[in-house]
């Protein structure tokens, strides 16, 4: 009975999902990269271009640093306003909505809000101006890459420009795991803690023993939602500076959108939908994986 | 408690009816429409009303005079046409990307609108043309006249292979530079025609504390929009256009030549134009943050009409350096895509589109000019009638910014090599790149 009622959304998933991936994986393997539609084999043909491309190898850089920084980020201010929350502070509801809210937004609304923050001669450096500083960051426009040398065509290194970027995220999705952590720290029992008081543990022992371990699973879950939120991002990005200048700021997203809509490289852009597929696959199959097993 | 399961069980199972039914009805009209009803797409209040014709037009003129100029051009065909009803398809998005993105999948799927837009050059001849997709013209044009109304490099403009493809409805200039009027009188400086010119103005500029060149390459076309001024200044015509027939290499000196010229002017622009769109750079001009800015005649009508400012008062204008009697044309076409409904219909909108009437009630709310050499000079202000003369005496060339000069997949590439040298300045490795597109896209 139960399994006539899931027929219809297996049948709309197999074709709409799984289907869809086929039909972009049998594409990336092709010639076609013009509008005429070409759909003949040419093998990795277009996998190997991209790996030799300046702009992907960028992109490949990018985006690790991006999800490096952005989880970090996430979990530290996260894990550091719950635990303040959970002080028990008055108007706790209040503060909980404020840290939330960013949320409410679309990423495009906080790329293009941190665009305009973090402009070099408009935003966040008015006020620092004002207050005497000199050497004004330059945000998002900056191309220098820290601690570089040279890896393939590029410099390999943390492109200075995608921590603006990473903060406009991070600022929108801190309030996911304020929410988790406090959820978390609300579901520890009080008495484990008074337990471990009564036996002499200071408080940085109880959190090193008891609530870093008992958080585990919540930071697991969070950065497996991160990691796959920033491996495919192009929303916050494409609102917020596009490519960058010398694409500092470029992703593979933002890179499949414009060369398959604007250079008509459809091949090329199915590879690169490809490989971000298996990304975000790497972060979440094992989880999924470890999830049954759990079961 | 069971009432409640019961009840949230029965909520599931009409969800997932309607959600079949709802699936099985698009498959339907998917399957009908793929020949014949473009109207099913349009929403209800724009479907054409009993015993009308319908004629869908695609475009991405959503912005404020370009869509003016579209719905008034609508309105005129309409008064003609009393039995058609004009569905207006455009698609918002900044240069027609978005638009393109869903032409593209409305093309592929043998869905095509009735007519749309299209830069004429590569972008159509390259493109719909080369993919076969496209009606030919030439009775059309035979019929009306057209042959000695449009100029004759523009005609060429919308030709492949001896088949004309689609109807120019207007010009724009794509090699103008905009200069602040006072800035140039405080400083006794005048508008540069020579690169040493420029860079003497340049200089002086600079050492007077104001930036002399705004750039806003955020979007990298605009950076590739420069570039393209400097090639034809550089070049000439004769030697531009050889680029995009493989005649001329782009690992040739002269090339170099132009890259190194390119590199020298970059070092006069705004720190933080990275930040910075087309517009936010001409605003820089406007309001005498910079002097000068090389932007396509768009500009004229943000400037005058967004901005109020009035033309060779508060803003001037003169052709890029070494681009003096050339002419650097974006023009605006619109075709007759192979299997659509009723080509007759299509074909009557054109000929309102091609008439001196349809282009003189568009062009003056659009902000170019016509594309006929024989419109009403009268209706364009300052900037547009001496457009129009120099555009009756120049050599005309197409854009590569605007998809004009080369396939769109060149320009992708020339462009992300553009934003790649703006940081780099690596004249070498950026005409590596360039040759490697070249050869590519180009040489047969």
């Known amino acids: 009975m139960a399994i006539l009622f899931i027929m219809p959304s297996i049948a709309a998933v197999g074709i709409f999902v799984y289907g869809f991936i086929s039909w972009t994986g049998y594409v990336s393997l092709t010639n076609w990269n013009t509008l005429v539609k070409d759909l003949s084999f040419a093998g990795l043909k277009n996998y190997i271009f991209l790996f030799n491309d300046y702009r992907f190898q960028s992109d490949l850089r990018n985006t690790l640093f991006f999800t490096l920084f952005f989880i970090f980020g996430t979990l530290g201010l996260g894990f550091l306003l719950a635990v303040l929350i959970d002080q028990n502070i008055r108007q706790e509801s209040l503060f909980r909505n404020i840290f939330m809210f960013p949320m409410a937004l679309s990423f495009v609304v906080t790329g293009v809000v941190w665009q305009w923050l973090l402009n070099p001669s408009t935003g966040v450096n008015l006020i620092l101006a004002k207050l005497g500083m000199e050497n004004l960051p330059r945000w998002y426009t900056d191309t220098s890459i820290a601690f570089s040398f040279p890896l393939g065509n590029i410099e390999f290194g943390i492109p200075v420009a995608i921590i603006a970027v990473v903060i406009a995220a991070v600022w929108q999705m801190t309030g996911f795991s304020l929410a988790m952590y406090l959820a978390g720290l609300r579901a520890i029992p009080d008495e484990l803690k008074e337990a471990a008081r009564v036996d002499g543990a200071t408080e940085f022992q109880i959190y090193r023993k008891i609530i870093f371990p008992m958080l585990l699973p919540i930071t697991i879950s969070i950065t497996i939602i991160m990691a796959h939120i920033s491996l495919k991002i192009f929303d916050l990005i494409y609102a917020m500076t596009g490519p960058g200048a010398n694409f500092v700021t470029d992703v593979p997203g933002v890179y499949m959108f414009e060369t398959t809509f604007r250079g008509n490289f459809y091949a090329n852009g199915a590879a690169i939908a490809m490989i971000m597929l298996i990304f975000v696959a790497i972060f979440i199959v094992p989880y999924l994986i470890a999830n049954r097993k759990g079961d | ?444």
């Not at chain 2, 547009?384 to 992708?412: D, R, Y």
């Open chain 2, 1 to 444: 408690m069971k009432f409640k399961h019961l009840a949230i069980l029965s909520a599931l199972l009409l969800l997932m009816g309607i959600f079949m039914a709802a699936c099985g009805s698009e498959t339907e009209t998917d399957a009908g429409e793929a020949d014949t009803e473009n109207e099913a797409e349009a929403p209800a209040s724009e479907a054409p009303a009993e015993g009308k014709k319908p004629l869908e037009i695609f475009s991405w003129w959503t912005g404020a005079g370009e869509e003016a100029g579209l719905l008034a051009l609508i309105e005129l065909f309409e008064e003609k046409h009393p039995d058609v009803e004009v569905i207006n398809a455009a698609v918002a998005g900044g240069a027609g990307t978005n638009a393109q993105a869903v032409l593209a999948s409305r093309m592929q799927g043998d869905d095509p609108p009735g007519t749309f837009q299209i830069h004429g050059g590569a972008a159509l001849n390259t493109g719909w043309a080369a993919a076969g997709k496209m009606e030919p013209l030439n009775d059309l044009y035979e019929e009306q006249g057209w042959y000695d109304k449009f100029p004759e490099d523009l005609i060429e403009l919308v030709t492949s292979d001896g088949d004309i493809y689609s109807v120019p409805v207007n010009i724009h200039r794509s090699n103008v530079l905009w200069y602040n009027v006072a800035i140039f009188e405080e400083h006794g400086l005048t508008p540069p025609t020579t690169f040493d010119e420029f860079f003497a103005v340049a200089e002086a500029l600079q050492e007077a504390g104001v930036t002399p060149l705004a750039l806003g390459d955020r979007e990298p076309w605009t950076a590739s929009h420069l570039l393209e001024s400097v090639m034809l200044g550089k070049l000439g015509a004769e030697k531009y256009n050889q680029l995009w027939t493989g005649e001329l290499k782009f690992d040739s000196l002269e090339f170099t030549d132009v890259m190194e010229t390119f590199s020298q002017m970059l070092d006069y622009v705004n720190d933080d134009h990275a930040a910075r769109n087309w517009q936010d750079a001409s605003q820089m001009v406007a309001n005498g943050d910079a002097a000068m800015n090389v932007m396509g005649d768009w500009a004229a009508g943000y400037f005058a009409t967004d901005l109020n400012l009035e033309p060779n008062k508060d803003f001037g204008w003169v052709a890029p350096p070494g681009t003096e009697g050339m002419f650097m044309v974006v023009t605006d076409t619109f075709g007759l895509p192979k299997g659509v409904e009723d080509p007759e219909v299509v074909k009557d909108f054109l000929r309102v589109l091609g008439s001196v009437e349809g282009q003189d009630v568009f062009n003056p709310l659009k902000g170019s000019i016509p594309a006929r050499v024989d419109a009403d000079v009268s209706k364009y202000n300052e900037y547009g009638q001496q457009t129009i003369e120099e555009f009756k005496k120049s050599t005309l060339t197409p854009s590569l910014a605007h998809n004009s000069a080369a396939p769109a997949g060149f320009v992708q590439q020339f462009n992300q090599a553009v934003n790649i040298f703006v940081s780099s300045r690596n004249v070498d490795q950026f005409i590596q790149t360039v040759q490697a597109a070249q050869d590519e896209h180009i040489n047969q």
